[in-house]
């Protein structure tokens, strides 16, 4: 058997990918603000939001499910080629009948009507996330794949922008070099297939075997979108585009920092699968615990980190003109701790011991949370409740998932060091809280803000002899004497 890489190696990979597809868009964030404007950056925004709605209609459910279904049959080529085969000519058909209702609604509604070059630009995410069949490298965790090619092609467009995008109008070009950066790789992921599997058919086809798990994980998709990016369709529809721009500063910090987190329960996936296909369930046991203790010591500080200076750090990122949205980001901080959790929970948990449906019924919950509060709360105070509401929804799903688990879940939380912790935070935010204060440049009070507040908190945690982080301060001392 192909030796694995380390679940550590996995997660730096993927979250170097995760937060370089996130991170792309805040590099050339402080330059294509100040250039397009809020208006500009709205319009984007928002057509972004209803194509990721799209887009998950024709992807159904698939980037969740390839995941665990490749990492089932990782070690037979032949079953590997089949389920491929079989989802991947799943996933054509439905992109075809999904294109056919995106030009519809490009061409028919007068709102969408009004961006359609945009659409038209953007939507070509439909057909490359199609083509790229990322479910497969990463249930075969090829990271360090799936990691290199991306950067090429964001450096790529990187470049781009700043050769291209020079006045407001130019919006729709910046469009499409976002979506350039996010997917433009997956044609060399089609090319690459041949290495893991076979292209030549190998019959034995059996597509309703997956239709089952594929429409549970489709309805998941659709939960999640609708209350991750409704918001900001929302928004552009009840309250301008201009408000979509202040929101978009707020959601694209979050996204980046849930990235960082998130990762590591993306890379878990396929190889808690694979410890559960093989009886090792104390190797699914151990990691779990790990995993949970490791998102919960690194949430909680960059959430109050970022609620604590995210004046100057909307500053940094899109210029006094988006003042606004400084209290959205505030408000939507809390999701990282949220969103880490369930992303243990959910994803590592629940999803390979078989409970997808249940999954499932969190992410509903959370879409119904969401919908109601941004109904209530978006038209009196525009990007601020929609914050409100991506929280509210957040929690429902940690709440549902927190009740189904609590048998399993309740010990684990029981083992986390509270108290180390809240005095960890505490004395972090007493040592930085007040350097804005000295009137220094955004990045000048941010770089110390940071170097104090996450200083001292990791101080804190060694001092207090919280055994991860002394773990961890271990290996890195072993790993600087090794090199010298």
Same mark, same amino acid.
């Given at each position: 058997m ?44 928002f ?6 709605c ?23 080529? =032949? @079953? /590997?080629?089949? %389920?491929?085969?079989d989802?991947?000519?799943? *996933? ?6 999904? &294109?056919a $209702? ?7 509604y ?5 961006? =359609? @070059? /945009?659409?038209? %630009?953007m939507?070509?995410?439909l057909?490359f *996330?199609?083509?790229g069949?990322?479910?497969? &490298?990463? $249930? ?5 794949y ?6 090429a092609?964001k ?19 910046y469009?499409?070099?976002?979506i350039?950066?996010?997917v433009?790789s ?17 019959g ?9 798990m594929i429409?549970?994980?489709l309805a998941?998709?659709?939960a999640?979108?609708?209350?991750t ?6 928004l ?23 990235g ?15 410890y ?7 190797e ?32 940094l ?7 606004p949205s ?5 408000i ?43 109904l ?21 799903v ?6 189904v ?16 912790l ?23 009070a941010l ?9 001292v ?14 773990e ?13």
């Open positions: 192909k030796r694995q890489a380390s679940i550590r190696f996995n997660y730096v990979m993927n979250m170097i990918y995760t937060v370089s597809g996130m991170l792309f868009p805040l590099l050339i964030y402080p330059y294509a603000a100040r250039v397009l404007g809020e208006k500009g950056i709205g319009a984007v925004s057509v972004n939001s209803i194509v990721t799209f887009g998950i209609a024709a992807q159904l459910g698939i980037p969740a499910y390839g995941v665990k279904a490749c990492a089932e049959v990782r070690e037979d080529r =032949k @079953e /590997l080629s089949r %389920v491929v085969q989802i991947l000519l799943i *996933n054509l058909v439905t992109c075809a009948v999904t &294109y $209702g995106f030009f519809a609604a490009v061409f028919l007068p709102k969408f009507r009004a961006e =359609k @070059e /945009l659409f038209l %630009v939507g070509s995410l057909f *996330n199609t083509i069949v990322e479910w497969m &490298y990463k $249930g075969l965790e090829q990271y360090r799936i990691t290199c090619r991306s950067l092609f450096v790529i467009a990187l470049a781009a922008v700043f050769l291209l995008i020079h006045r407001e109008s130019d919006y729709v070009v469009g499409g070099i976002t350039f950066a996010l433009g997956n044609i060399l992921n089609f090319i690459n297939l041949r290495r893991f599997i076979e292209l030549r058919p190998v034995r086809y059996c597509f309703q075997r997956h239709f089952k429409s549970v994980f998941m998709s659709v999640t979108t609708i209350y990016n409704m918001d900001s369709a929302m552009g529809i009840l309250k301008g585009t201009g408000e979509n721009g202040y929101y978009d500063v707020a959601v694209k910090v979050k996204n980046i920092l849930t960082v987190i998130s990762s590591l329960g993306t890379v878990l996936l396929p190889r808690m699968t694979f559960l296909s093989s009886n090792r369930q104390d699914f046991d151990r990691v779990t615990r790990k995993a949970l203790r490791f998102i919960a010591e690194l949430s909680f500080p960059v959430c109050l980190y970022f609620m604590l200076f995210a004046a100057p750090a909307v500053d990122l899109a210029g006094e003109r988006f003042g400084v209290l959205p980001m505030q939507i901080m809390p999701t990282l701790v949220l969103i880490g959790l369930t992303n243990v929970i959910g994803m590592q948990m629940m999803v390979p011991l078989g409970m997808e449906r249940q999954v499932l019924y969190s992410e509903i919950a959370g879409a119904a949370v969401n919908l109601a509060v941004n209530a709360l978006i038209p009196a105070f525009g990007s601020s409740g929609a914050a409100v509401g991506t929280v509210a929804a957040e929690t429902a940690l709440a549902v998932q927190v009740f688990m609590r048998d399993r879940v309740a010990p684990l939380f029981g083992e986390l060091p509270w108290g180390k809240l005095l960890a935070l505490a004395a972090s935010a007493a040592a930085s809280f007040w350097i804005p204060s000295l009137g220094l440049g955004s990045f000048a770089a110390l803000c940071a170097i104090a507040f996450f200083g908190y990791g101080i804190c945690l060694l001092v207090l002899r919280e055994e991860l982080a002394s961890l301060w271990k290996q890195a001392a072993g790993l600087i004497r090794r090199r010298k």
